[in-house]
C-alpha cells in the first residue's frame, strides 16, 4: 500500500479512536459506574501509527529465509530465530524475562520413538491372545519417558473418560482405576444444547489430550482410544502419521505419567468387544448417558513398549515492559507467537526446506513489530506488557505448555493473552477472527474495538473441530489465563469473500506444512500490520482498565482462573 493511502487509513482509524474515547469519557461523567472503555491515551496513538507492514515484511523475509534451516525446534535454524527475535528485543530497550536475567527462557523436551521390539496384545480370559500390530492396528507412545515398560493390566471401559463437574458428567462415578487400562472413546458426548459440553463445539474435555491427562491422574497406566473417524474427525492415517516417528514431549516433572497412551483402529475395538461378550455399538450408545458406569472387561493389555528417548532443549524467548502504574505494574498483558516450524527433511528430494514464512514468521513478525511500538512509545500502559515468542509449537503446543506452567509472572497476575499465528499477507483486511474472545469479559471490548477499526468480526465456521484448542493461547487458558488468537477473516479490499475463502483452500491444501510456505515479494503485509494495530489496541485497553479480564461464568476454563487468582491481592 502507497504511504499516503496507508497514512490515510491509519488516520481514519485514529479518529474514530479518539472520539470513542472522547465518548467514553462522558458517557463515564454520565455514569460512573462503566468501566468497559478506558482511554488509549494519545501516546498510545502514536506509537500503534509507527505499525509498519514494511518492517512486518522485513522480519518475515529474514524468519522464512532458507538460512534458517526450516525453523526446528532445538535445531540451530531455530536457535537462530530465538536469537535473532532475543536481539530485537534487546533493541527495543525491552527487559529480559527469561532464565536468570536473559531473553531465553530453557524449554526441556524429550523425543520418544517407539521402536520395532514392542508388543502390544489383548489377552482375554478364553480364547486366543490378540497380537496387535503396530502402525496397522494401534500407535502409541511410552509417556513415562523411559526406554523399556512393561503392562499386565486390567482394561476397564470409562466411556468418553470425562469427568466434568460443571456440566454435572462424570464417567468414572469414582471407580478406582489404579493400575489399569483405559478403553475410551474419542470427543464428548454429543448435544445441541449450547449449555451442554457447548452443544456442537468441541470442548477441551473432548481432546485426547485431556483424556490422556485425566486418565493418568487417576492413577491408570494406560490408555486405548477408539478412533472412528467420524467422531474424531480425522482418519486413521491422521493418526498414523502424527504416532510414528519421533514424538516430541516436555520432560516429565513427576506428574503422573502413562506407560502407553495409545489409539486402536475401530476394527480392533470391535474385536475387543466381541471378546467380552459385548456389542461395541451398544457400548458407545450406553456411553451417551449420565447414568454410564465404567464397565470391567475380561481382557487384560499385556506390553512391553520400547522406545528410544532423546532429550533435547529449546528456549522460549521473553521480554517485558513495566507498566507504568505502581498498584498494576505486577500485573500484565501477555503477547504470544511460536517461531519454531518444522525444520529440514533430510531424506526428501528437491526443496526439503520448511520455511514456514505464514506459518509462522508472520505471527513473530506481528510480535516484534508490537515490542517496537510498545518500546519506543513516549508512555506505558499501566499494566506491564510480556512479549513471548515461543518454541515447539509444531510439536503440540509444548513452548506455550511450559510458558503457562512457568510463567514469568503468576498466571492470576496476566490479565489476557493475545496470539498470532498464520496471518496471512493478503491485503487490507475487512474482518478479523477473535474465536475465543467471546468466552472472556473483555468481549465487548473486542467488539467496540473492532467497530472502531472498521473490521467485521467473523465467528467460527466449524467449532466442532475444536481450533481453539490447537494453537498457543490454548496453553496459557489451561491455566486459566483468557486468551484467543487474532487472524485476519476472508474479506479484503478489492476482493470478494469467495476470493478470500479460495486463498485459504489453496493455502491448505498446498501450502500448509509444506516446503512452499515460503516468502514472495508480492506478499502483502497490510493484512499483518491492520491485525497487529488491533491487538496493539486491545492489549493496551487491557492493560490500563481497572479490572483483570475473566471467563464468563461456567466457562471450562473459570475454575483454573479462581484457582490461580486465590489469595491474590
Ligand atoms: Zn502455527
Not at 503477547?335 to 520448511?354: K, Q, S
Not at 492470576?412 to 477473535?434: F, H, M, R
Request: net charge negative; with cysteine.
Amino acid at each position: 500500500m502507497p504511504r499516503q493511502i496507508l497514512f490515510v487509513a491509519v488516520s481514519v482509524i485514529l479518529i474514530a479512536l479518539a472520539t470513542r474515547a472522547v465518548e467514553a469519557q462522558t458517557s463515564s461523567h454520565r455514569k460512573a459506574s462503566v468501566s468497559t472503555s478506558t482511554r488509549l491515551p494519545s501516546a498510545a496513538f502514536a506509537a500503534l501509527e509507527t505499525i509498519d507492514p514494511e518492517r512486518i515484511r522485513a522480519h518475515v523475509r529474514f524468519l522464512s529465509h532458507d538460512l534458517l534451516e526450516g525453523r526446528g525446534t532445538g535445531q540451530r535454524g531455530g536457535d537462530i530465530a530465538a536469537e535473532y527475535i532475543a536481539t530485537q528485543f534487546a533493541l527495543y530497550g525491552l527487559k529480559p524475562a527469561g532464565d536468570s536475567g536473559t531473553y531465553m527462557q530453557k524449554v526441556p523436551l524429550v523425543g520418544v520413538t517407539t521402536l520395532p521390539d514392542t508388543t502390544y496384545s489383548v489377552v482375554p480370559q478364553h480364547g486366543d491372545a490378540m497380537n496387535l500390530k503396530f502402525l496397522d492396528d494401534w500407535v502409541g507412545f511410552d509417556e513415562t519417558q523411559q526406554t523399556s515398560s512393561d503392562i499386565n493390566a486390567d482394561i476397564v471401559f470409562v466411556g468418553y473418560g470425562i469427568e466434568a463437574p460443571e456440566y454435572k458428567w462424570d464417567d468414572y462415578k469414582d471407580t478406582d482405576v489404579k493400575g489399569k487400562v483405559l478403553l475410551m472413546l474419542v470427543n464428548e458426548p454429543p448435544s445441541d444444547d449450547p449449555t451442554f459440553f457447548k452443544g456442537k463445539a468441541l470442548t477441551f474435555y473432548g481432546r485426547w489430550v485431556y483424556k490422556y491427562l485425566e486418565a493418568a491422574r487417576k492413577g491408570a497406566v494406560g490408555v486405548m482410544l477408539v478412533h472412528k473417524t467420524e467422531m474424531a474427525s480425522y482418519g486413521w492415517d491422521v493418526v498414523r502419521n502424527s504416532n510414528s516417528g519421533e514424538k516430541s514431549f516436555l520432560k516429565a516433572e513427576g506428574q503422573p505419567k502413562l506407560k502407553v497412551q495409545s489409539w486402536i483402529q475401530l476394527s480392533v475395538a470391535q474385536k475387543l468387544a466381541q471378546a467380552s461378550g459385548m456389542d461395541l455399538d451398544k457400548m458407545m450408545a450406553d456411553a451417551r448417558s449420565t447414568n454410564f458406569h465404567p464397565v470391567a472387561l475380561p481382557l487384560k493389555l499385556h506390553a512391553h513398549i520400547a522406545s528410544k528417548v532423546r532429550p533435547f532443549e529449546s528456549n522460549n524467548v521473553i521480554a517485558t515492559l513495566s507498566g507504568s502504574d505502581k498498584n498494576l505494574k505486577s500485573q500484565a498483558v501477555i503477547y504470544t507467537a511460536h517461531y519454531d516450524h518444522l525444520g529440514v527433511r533430510p531424506d526428501m528430494p528437491g526443496d526439503n526446506i520448511y520455511n514456514g514464512a505464514d506459518d509462522n514468521a508472520t505471527g513473530c513478525a506481528i510480535l516484534l513489530e508490537l515490542a517496537r511500538a510498545y518500546g519506543q512509545s513516549a508512555q506505558e500502559p499501566r499494566r506491564s506488557i510480556i512479549f513471548a515468542s515461543v518454541t515447539a509449537e509444531e510439536q503440540g503446543l509444548l513452548g506455550s505448555e511450559y510458558l503457562g506452567q512457568h510463567p514469568p509472572i503468576p498466571a492470576g497476575s496476566i490479565t489476557l493473552d493475545l496470539n498470532y499465528d498464520d496471518v496471512k499477507p493478503l491485503g487490507a483486511p475487512q474482518e478479523v477472527e477473535v474465536s475465543g474472545a467471546e468466552r472472556t469479559t473483555f468481549y465487548p471490548n473486542v467488539q467496540a474495538m473492532a467497530k472502531d477499526f472498521r473490521l467485521t468480526i467473523r465467528p467460527d465456521a466449524r467449532p466442532e473441530a475444536g481450533h481453539y484448542y490447537r494453537s498457543d493461547h490454548f496453553s496459557l487458558a489451561r491455566v486459566g489465563i483468557p486468551a484467543f488468537s487474532i487472524n485476519e477473516g476472508m474479506k479484503f479490499k478489492g476482493h470478494d469473500e469467495a476470493w478470500g475463502l479460495e486463498q485459504d483452500r489453496e493455502y491448505t491444501a498446498k501450502h500448509y506444512h509444506q516446503p512452499s510456505d515460503e516468502y514472495h515479494p508480492e506478499m502483502d503485509f497490510t493484512a499483518d500490520a491492520a491485525m497487529a494495530r488491533f491487538g496493539f489496541a486491545l492489549g493496551w485497553e487491557a492493560a490500563s482498565m481497572q479490572k483483570m479480564v475473566g471467563w464468563q461464568k461456567n466457562d471450562e476454563f473459570a475454575p483454573a482462573r479462581e484457582k490461580s487468582q486465590a489469595g491474590a491481592p
